[in-house]
C-alpha cells in the first residue's frame, strides 16, 4: 500500500516548545526512524531517549517527553521526538557530615566492632538497626514525572535527590519533636512513622525515618553515599510551595537547592516560581517556622513550649 503524503505535513502528538529554565538543562527535537503511530513513537523514542547521552558528551541524562511529531515537504518525511536533558555538569555531591561519636554512643553503638567512626552511622546503623534499604520504606515518592507531585497529598515531606542513581525521593514527615526547640513541634505526625522503625528504636522522639534511610537504594552502603541535596519540601494541592536544605545527616549548601528545581524542571515539574529556604539563615528560618505551624498533612496540637 502506498502512503498518501501531503505537504507540509505535521501529525503526531502536539509538542509544545518550553524553554529551559536553567543553565543545567534543555529541551531538543531529535529525529528518528520511522513513526506512524504511539507504538511505534514509544520504541523509537525511547532508544533515542537512551542514545542520546551517548552522543552527547555534556549530558549526565535525558527522557522522552512523550510527544513526537511527523513533518517534511514533499516526498520528504521528518519523524522527530521531544527529548529533555539535563547535564549536571557543575554540580557538586554533599557526603554525609562528619559528626563525631559520642562516648555514651560508643558504649551503645557498635564503632569498635564495625570501624564506625561517623556518629550519623553510629547512631543509624549500630544503636537504632534501622533499615537503611530505601526501597523497604513506606509512604515514600520517587519523582519522575509530574504526575507524582500533582497526585502527592499535600503535607510536608522530606526528601533526598540521590546521588547514586540521580533520583529525587520524598517521604512524609514523621516527626512530632522538634530537635531544633527541645521540646515537641507544632504537628502530631506520628500517623506516618515508619513500623519497622518503632520497634527498634526505644525512644519515641527517635523514631522519625532519617535522609540516609531515604538514601539507600540499592542496599545500606549507599545510604552513607554523597548526596546531590537533601532537606525538606512542602506539597499543597498539587504543587511544591516551598523547599529547604533541612538536614542535619548531610548539611547540603543552600546551592544545592538549585539541583533540586533543575532536576524538576528537568522532569517538566514547574520549578521556577518554588522559594528555596536556607536552614541556617535566621531571616529564612523564621519562615520556615511559620510554614511548619501550618501543619499541612498533620495535626495541630495543645502544648506549651
Keep these: 500500500m502506498t502512503r498518501k503524503i501531503i505537504a507540509p505535513i ?7 516548545a518550553v524553554n529551559p529554565s536553567f543553565a543545567g538543562e534543555g529541551r531538543e527535537d531529535v ?23 551517548k552522543t552527547h558528551a555534556d549530558v549526565a541524562q535525558a527522557r ?13 518525511l521528518i519523524f522527530v521526538c521531544g527529548i529533555r536533558y539535563i547535564t549536571r555538569s557543575d554540580w557538586q555531591g554533599k557526603p554525609i557530615d562528619n559528626r563525631s561519636v559520642a562516648e555514651n554512643e560508643e558504649i551503645k553503638g557498635c564503632t569498635k566492632e564495625n570501624g564506625i567512626t561517623n556518629g550519623w552511622i553510629n547512631d543509624d546503623k549500630c544503636r537504632d538497626r534501622l533499615v537503611m534499604n530505601a526501597s523497604e520504606l513506606d509512604r515514600t515518592i520517587i519523582v519522575d514525572d509530574k504526575d507524582k507531585i500533582t497526585k502527592a497529598a499535600s503535607s510536608r515531606y522530606i526528601f533526598v535527590l540521590r ?13 512530632s519533636y522538634s530537635l531544633s526547640t527541645g521540646g515537641y ?22 523514631r522519625h525515618v532519617r535522609h540516609s534511610q531515604v538514601n539507600g537504594s540499592q542496599g545500606e552502603s549507599n545510604a552513607w553515599k554523597p548526596i546531590w541535596s537533601a532537606g525538606e519540601l512542602w506539597i499543597d494541592r498539587g504543587k511544591i510551595i516551598a523547599i529547604s536544605n533541612e538536614s542535619g545527616h548531610f548539611k ?3 546551592k544545592s537547592l ?17 522559594p528555596l529556604y536556607d536552614a541556617i539563615n535566621s531571616s529564612d528560618k523564621r519562615k ?12 495541630k496540637k495543645d502544648h506549651d513550649l
Design 10 to 16: 505535521l501529525l503526531g502528538v502536539l509538542m509544545i
Design 252 to 254: 547540603p549548601s543552600a
Design 31 to 53: 529525529e528518528v526512524g520511522l513513526i506512524w503511530n504511539d507504538a511505534d513513537a514509544k520504541s523509537e523514542c525511547k532508544k533515542a531517549q537512551d542514545d542520546y547521552p
Design 163 to 175: 546521588k547514586n542513581d540521580n533520583q529525587l525521593v520524598l517521604r512524609r514527615y514523621d516527626r
Design 288 to 299: 520556615l517556622d511559620v510554614l511548619k505551624e501550618k501543619c499541612l498533612g498533620g495535626t
Design 258 to 274: 538549585q539541583y533540586v528545581k533543575e532536576t524538576l524542571s528537568y522532569l517538566s515539574i514547574p520549578a521556577g516560581d518554588i
Design 64 to 76: 522522552w517527553t512523550g510527544q513526537w511529531k511527523i513533518t517534511g515537504e514533499g516526498n520528504k
Design 185 to 206: 513541634d507544632w504537628c502530631d505526625n506520628d500517623a506516618y512513622l515508619y513500623a519497622p522503625n518503632k520497634k527498634t528504636i526505644k525512644d519515641k522522639n527517635n
